[in-house]
């Protein structure tokens, strides 16, 4: 294997010839810095065992659910699915941080937000997850989070009626760093991913999701203060206790 691999791109290096990383752009950062003077919040470690439940029967239950108790999530609940859904697998090289969803390349261009809503010990708020340190930063404090969230998302009232909405962000340069035009594809199936294992994680939990595509581009990037140009969401997904 090449020692260099950030310019190992084998047969890519044809279909790609004007990416940043050809032309030898330093690699960009694989996780957004945390804004100075802001706190972070630890979370605890991912329990040891998986859920309650083995894999077959995670995938025989696993459906959408889109009615929710007013239960707030365990820290140790939340740990888990963040864990299952962008959590580091191999710290050990800092060059090639793998987490626990393949991506492209391992590229990792997704960033993870939070609308909490009921949570235990975290007030509620936007707040966005640090696969390093394994920890969430706050973002905002939006008034009315649950009405504008559910309006952004098109009227869909059940994502403001979660304990915890996933919000799933790009930051395209990441990739494109690497793949330069052919990007979007790549991050769409990205996403995909990380969504299912949420999925398997809530029903290993007793907690369920639902995958939203429907949303307006707009009002969800305003509402987690995203430019909708180098960042921009992609994918949502609220998590509860399932009512049925
Ligand atoms: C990419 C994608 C986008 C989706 N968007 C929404 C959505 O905006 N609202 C919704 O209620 N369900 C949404 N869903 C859930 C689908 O409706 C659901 O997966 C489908 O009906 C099959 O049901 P099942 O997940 O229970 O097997 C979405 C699913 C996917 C994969």
Redesign the pocket.
Not at 210 to 215: P, W
């Given at each position: 294997m090449s020692k260099k691999p950030t310019k190992d791109l084998g047969k890519w290096k044809s279909k790609i010839p004007k990416s940043d990383q050809i032309k030898g752009v330093p690699m960009p950062p694989i996780q957004k810095p945390v804004p100075k003077g802001k706190k972070i919040i630890s979370l605890p470690e991912p329990p040891k065992a998986l859920g309650k439940i083995d894999l077959k029967k995670a995938i025989t239950a696993?459906?959408?659910r889109?009615t929710f108790t007013e239960d707030s999530i365990s820290q140790e609940d939340l740990s888990l699915l963040l864990w299952m859904t962008q959590g580091i697998r191999d710290p050990s090289n800092p060059n090639r941080i793998y987490r626990n969803v393949p991506s492209a390349g391992n590229r990792h261009a997704l960033e993870t937000y939070l609308a909490i809503f009921r949570a235990d010990g975290i007030p509620k708020g936007i707040y966005r997850y640090l696969p390093i340190e394994h920890a969430l930063v706050p973002v905002s404090k939006p008034a009315k989070l649950e009405q504008r969230i559910s309006a952004a998302?098109?009227g869909?009232k059940f994502i403001g009626e979660a304990a915890v909405t996933f919000i799933w962000s790009v930051l395209r340069y990441r990739m494109e760093w690497r793949y330069g035009p052919i990007s979007i594809k790549i991050l769409a199936l990205d996403a995909?991913h990380v969504?299912q294992n949420l999925?398997l994680g809530c029903e290993s939990i007793g907690c369920g999701t639902?995958?939203?595509?429907?949303?307006d581009q707009d009002a969800m990037d305003r509402l987690l203060g995203l430019d909708g140009e180098k960042e921009f969401t992609i994918?949502?997904a609220p998590v509860g206790r399932p009512k049925e």
């Open positions: 696993r459906k959408s889109r998302c098109l869909q995909g969504c999925y639902c995958a939203i595509a429907a949303y994918y949502i």
